[in-house]
């Protein structure tokens, strides 16, 4: 089936209009956030939301407040023409892709900041990260009204910081996570993979398989510890350059479990390395 490329607002009150007259007719409305560069990984979140909504909005925004100045802003990769083609493949209805000063006005000054879930792994390594996704996120929650939001659980520590701002704020939406969308060998859809070599993005594999051979050892009773330790040497010896973390964490709030055997824990185990020039972040289900 063909459908018609989605309607592109780039203001928000062009947004609230369109969400506005499909909410008195009834209707519901799910937002699914990007920053763009979208793949079969994002339209598999389209494809979630249209299960939950009668409407959906993909909102296509490379948002320069989770960027830290030597990081890949600049070169993040766009093309918001090949965006709207993808998403009218799956028939989403609306892009909202607003500019930088629409999102941030001259003098805009406010940051939404949050302790616990987002302070280690990505928060350590990032530590601009989560207070500029937290606030982008809740404004398009805000600025679109959606009665549902989808994220992938390929950002797993993104979408319990969400799941918490959107629980203390009262904010009036649901949150839907999305299982990871995989390459066939496995590896992880993102837009980051773009980066890499052909080389590379053969070595890639080797990350999936590192802590998903971990998830089963310690599903097994094997000790955390250790298991955490063997998906770092086995990525390491793969060619990747660096491991900023491999840990298995509470899969709720994201403390620290271990050294030991997990128990009932529900755990997750967390990854993120780089491989060339490129950090790659990735994680499973443990227990």
């Not at 601009?128 to 659980?153: H, P, R």
């Not at 594999?205 to 089963?216: E, F, H, S, T, Y």
Request: with cysteine; aromatic share 6%; glycine share 10%.
């Amino acid at each position: 089936m063909v459908h018609k490329t989605p309607k592109i607002v780039r203001t928000v009150a062009d947004l609230r209009a369109q969400v506005g007259a499909w909410r008195a007719a009834g209707e519901r409305v799910a937002l699914i956030p990007t920053m763009g560069a979208l793949h079969q990984g994002h339209l598999s979140l389209i494809e979630l939301g249209q299960t939950r909504a009668q409407r959906t909005v993909a909102s296509v925004f490379v948002n320069p407040k989770q960027f830290a100045p030597h990081e890949d802003f600049d070169s993040y990769p766009r093309g918001e023409a090949r965006d709207a083609e993808l998403l009218a493949s799956v028939g989403c209805d609306l892009m909202f892709a607003p500019g930088v000063d629409e999102m941030y006005a001259p003098g805009f000054s406010t940051t939404i900041n949050l302790t616990g879930v987002s302070e280690p792994l990505e928060g350590a390594a990032r530590p601009q990260f989560f207070g500029g996704v937290a606030t982008v996120v809740t404004k398009l929650l805000i600025q679109s009204q959606a009665d549902v939001a989808v994220f992938g659980e390929k950002d797993y520590q993104q979408l319990q910081v969400i799941r918490r701002v959107v629980r203390d704020l009262d904010l009036p939406v649901e949150i839907v996570g999305a299982p990871t969308a995989r390459a066939e060998d496995g590896l992880a859809l993102s837009s980051r993979n773009a980066y890499l070599t052909p080389e590379e993005r053969a070595a890639a594999v080797a990350l999936p398989n590192a802590i998903k051979a971990a998830a089963q050892a310690v599903a097994a009773g094997g000790r955390i510890d250790d298991a955490e330790e063997a998906a770092k040497t086995a990525i390491l010896a793969a060619g990747f350059r660096q491991v900023d973390y491999v840990d298995i964490r509470e899969a709720g709030d994201l403390s620290r479990l271990g050294p030991g055997p997990i128990g009932a824990a529900k755990g997750r185990i967390l990854v993120a390395a780089w491989l060339g020039k490129t950090r790659l972040i990735d994680n499973m289900a443990v227990g």
